[in-house]
């Protein structure tokens, strides 16, 4: 306050020194005449001339006696003798005129400086662009604020996770009445974790907490801490809480924290200069710094809980972790529900249909899901969004888009058919099975030439022995209808052999179903949330000796070696039906549920064995 004080006094100084130079300025130049060359000469001839001083542009000087104006000095720009001479012969009056290059002079110094200060300041915006807003703003936080009005997102716009809700519920209550949690002497969780894979709606979660609470929401991203300069990230962190301080109560939210939160001690760059070590470090001293009763709470969200440092989870710091798990079937229904508000439908339309057609989709999957189906109908010129657009619209997500220029020659469509007709009559004689929707040898994707779309009837969390070996063999019926037809084998099951290798040795190394090597976990599972599947190729820890290892490639033959002696069994039971149902597939080129029970009789059958598998 006292320095703010002293700045306006010498304001005010400034000002009156100003003043007093100017009035001075305006006396010194009522005393001057600034009077013709011409002029000075007379009074010159006259005597009134007391003292003159002589430049090389100018004369000036003083008179013996005050003009009648009162001026007492006088100033006169000088003119060539000679010139004057002549003048002075005619009787003209005259003056002297210099040219005047003031302005010259001003651009001659000021237009290189401009262009100097613009070229500079234009490379500092460059520069700053690149690395953080600005060298003056290098080390301010980029977090987003957003407050009630601008969030336009509450609860009831999240669906399908209502365990996450309730737990959020509590932060909510949390930041509008902070008294009521500590009456008995309990605190709140300082950092909340949300855990999940991507799509299931984190951020969104997050963004309906701040929405609900009305207090005001930083929102940044794990990545933003990190620049290429050693200590951005630690500023960018302490700034951060300090704004999120001053605007307490509020919520910070880091999205994607395993960009910022990864283990310490792991990689090239295992020392503690890197930056962002530096950056993690800054962060828990902030997360212990924090007092929660003051109503500040952080919220992040990851897809990679596994990769975050034990100092980041502890208790202390992120004392909660939220699980956002993928919708059941009643949650995909409630996450529909939100999403089919904005689209005009059929009135055979019915959500509950469309969520048995999508086990196993997030929040995210859902909502293109419905735009796919709307963007379909808008393309046909529909007025409305119907069932088969929505059942177009899996085939497209799951299967890829159809490519009905990618010609085939007989002899390959032929192949296909019998191919694909080899997994469909597995699956429908096979109990335990998940239901056959569609058969076709339309190309879709990169390398598809057909396909058998499956579609679960209820979300499964457990599979037995039996259930394994029967995906396998349904997995192989494609391989084994081309040997028993064509005898020979085709560049197309590839990737049926890849997921029928994979299921074999999960069954022999992590889920011990192997007589011969026993009830023992040989191998970690490698799947994350981000990797549902395990990368082919990358490199996967052993803890066992060389003999095992060969065992256990052993086991992995012997299992899918029986699995396909099996199929080919099976199908040659059948196979006139498998001739008379690709002979159809040749010529419709695509045979749905209803069409495939008419073709196969044992459909029916099937189907009980499955119902009585299920009760």
Known sequence: ???????????????????????????????????????????????????????????????????????????????????????????????????????????????????????WLFLLRRMGDRFGGGLMQIGKSKAKIYVEKNTGVTFADVAGVDEAKDELREIVDFLKDPKKYSRLGGRMPKGILLVGPPGTGKTLLAKAVAGEAGVPFFSISGSEFVEMFVGVGAARVRDLFEQARSKAPAIIFIDELDALGRARGIGPMAGGHDEKEQTLNQLLVELDGFDSSTGLVLLAATNRPEILDPALLRAGRFDRQVLVDRPDRLGRIQILGIYLKKTKLAPEVDAEKIAALTPGFTGADLANLVNEATLLATRRGAEA?????????????????????????????????????????????????????????????????????????????????????????????????????????????????????????????????????????????????????????????????????????????????????????????????LDKTARRLLEKETLDEAELSELVPATKAAKQRQAGVAQ
């Open 1 to 119: 306050m006292n320095g703010k004080t002293q700045f306006n006094i010498w304001y005010w100084i400034a000002a009156f020194g100003a003043l007093f130079l100017l009035q001075y300025l305006y006396a010194v130049g009522q005393q001057v005449a600034t009077i013709p060359y011409s002029e000075f000469q007379q009074y010159l001839r006259d005597g009134k001339v007391a003292e003159v001083a002589v430049s090389d542009n100018f004369m000036q000087g003083s008179f013996k006696e005050p003009l009648p104006g009162g001026q007492t000095r006088f100033m006169t720009t000088r003119v060539e003798p000679v010139i004057a001479d002549e003048l002075q012969r005619y009787g003209v009056q005259y003056s002297g005129q210099i040219e005047s290059n003031l302005l010259g002079t001003i651009l001659s110094w000021v237009v290189p400086a401009v262009v100097f200060v613009g070229i």
């Open 385 to 577: 969004v119907t069932m088969d657009d929505f059942n177009n619209a899996v085939e497209r997500i799951v299967a890829g888009l159809e490519k009905r220029n990618r010609l085939l020659n007989p002899r390959e469509r032929e192949i296909v058919a019998y191919h694909e007709m080899g997994h469909a009559l597995v699956a429908l004689a096979l109990p335990g099975v998940d239901p056959v929707h569609k058969v076709s040898i339309i190309p879709r994707g990169v390398g598809a030439l057909g396909y058998t779309i499956q579609r679960p009837t209820e979300d499964r969390f457990l599979m037995t022995k039996e259930e394994l070996e029967n995906k396998m063999s349904v997995l192989l019926g494609g391989r084994a209808a081309e040997w028993i037809v064509f005898g020979h084998l085709s560049t197309g099951a590839a990737d049926d052999l890849a997921k029928v290798t994979d299921i074999a040795r999960a069954m022999v190394t992590r889920y011990g179903m192997s007589e011969k090597l026993g009830n023992v976990a040989l191998e970690k599972d490698q799947r994350t949330y981000l990797t549902p599947n395990p990368v082919a190729g990358g490199p996967r820890e052993r803890d066992f000796s060389d003999e095992t290892a060969a065992e256990i490639d052993h086991e992995v033959r012997r299992i899918v070696d029986d699995s396909f002696e099996r199929t080919v069994d099976l199908l040659r039971e059948r196979r006139d039906t």
